[in-house]
């Protein structure tokens, strides 16, 4: 049977350090496909099954996460394939915006000769039904731009798709009531909600024209977005080898292991204030933070490249916020004692009517 490995190739790369030609012969490893795709259809089934559970709690004026059956609903979810189907939305949406980041750095690996292998999607039993997806480059960078140009292009990708999966995720979400206000957890909304929620109402949006955001009850698909807007910011990150430590080594390498030991101090700060969850991150790093793939520090990068730095910059600031998951404390009497709650009833009632026309409930076993 023939080899069908990829052909081996070679990169020539100048090292202007010690002024010499460096030889890197790369052996590419045969692609397994069957691997991509049985992790990628695995992390469709786990985010359907946490998308089906938000979908009905948003259905049933629920909020997202109160009970165990929130958190793990995987025999709930498969127990009728009717229910399963309630998940399309946010795993579609998610893996969307996760594809496209891990296509985003994929697409440039190709154009620049990067040997790089296909995504690998992680599924897990997480409140979002997946630890995310990687690729793993496998072959050196030629040059700084190379760097620059692969570790930006995943999050810009993710961003323009995660942005109209947000516009229309918070577009269906409807008010907060009084059910949907009882204790449970809440998401640290980032600066991009506050902007989309803002272009909503400029627009007209019904719920967006009178309500806070704190009073919007997010729609699974607005979750979604929340989680890729997440995951953007995390990469983003300026530290290690996560994409903001490459974006940062290539634009100035001096200060990439300065600033990765800043950022871990930052981060640690967040965790005893904000979030736990960042001691985790302030972990990675740790163990990231001082070293970095060679990449020849020869010919630096354009005046374009700055900007989209400056950019990659927004969007973290866009996307970054300090609370992550955090634990929402009862806003019932907030609710109750608000002037538009006899409004945002009936709209809520209006909007479930129509749904329940529209959508019979299946019957579980």
């Not at 012969?25 to 692609?31: C, D, M, V, Y």
């Not at 559970?53 to 009728?80: E, G, I």
């Not at 950022?263 to 965790?271: P, R, Y």
């Not at 990231?288 to 973290?316: D, S, Y």
């Amino acid at each position: 049977m023939p080899d069908q490995s990829p052909p081996s190739f070679e990169y020539q790369v100048f090292d202007p350090e010690h002024q010499e030609i460096r030889v890197f012969t790369i052996h590419p490893p045969k692609r397994r496909y069957w691997l991509h795709i049985l992790l990628f259809l695995l992390t469709v089934l786990t985010t359907l099954c946490i998308g089906a559970r938000l979908q009905y709690n948003f259905d049933h004026n629920l909020p997202a996460f109160t009970a165990d059956l929130d958190y793990w609903p995987w025999q709930w979810a498969l127990s009728d394939l009717s229910l399963l189907k309630l998940g399309i939305p946010f795993s579609a949406s998610l893996l969307g915006i996760l594809t496209a980041h891990e296509f985003g750095h994929f697409v440039y690996c190709v154009r620049r000769r990067v040997y790089a292998t296909l995504p690998f999607f992680i599924p897990a039993p997480t409140l979002i039904g997946t630890l995310g997806a990687f690729i793993r480059i496998m072959s050196p960078f030629r040059s700084r731009s190379d760097l620059f140009d692969i570790g930006i292009a995943g999050p810009i990708a993710g961003f323009v798709v995660g942005v109209p999966v947000l516009m229309w995720g918070l577009a269906l979400s409807h008010p907060v009531t009084v059910d949907t206000a009882q204790p449970g957890i809440a998401f640290g909304l980032p600066l991009v909600f506050h902007v989309a929620h803002w272009l909503l109402a400029a627009i007209g949006n019904p719920v967006n024209s009178r309500l806070p955001l704190s009073e919007i009850h997010l729609h699974s698909v607005a979750i979604a977005a929340w989680v890729g807007m997440f995951a953007t910011s995390l990469n983003l990150i300026p530290g290690g080898q996560l994409d903001g430590g490459h974006i940062l080594y290539a634009l100035k390498p001096q200060w990439h292991k300065r600033i990765s030991f800043l950022t871990i101090t930052v981060l640690l700060v967040l965790s005893w204030y904000y979030w736990a969850g960042w001691i985790v991150w302030a972990i990675i790093l740790r163990l990231t933070g001082a070293r970095h793939p060679h990449v020849p520090l020869g010919e630096p990068v354009n005046r374009k490249r700055w900007w989209l730095g400056a950019f990659a910059a927004l969007m973290f600031l866009l996307t970054f916020t300090p609370a992550g998951i955090k634990q929402r404390d009862d806003d019932t009497g907030k609710i109750e004692n608000s002037s538009l709650q006899r409004q945002l009833e009936s709209y809520r009632q209006e909007r479930m009517k129509r749904y329940q026309e529209q959508n019979p409930q299946p019957t579980t076993r």
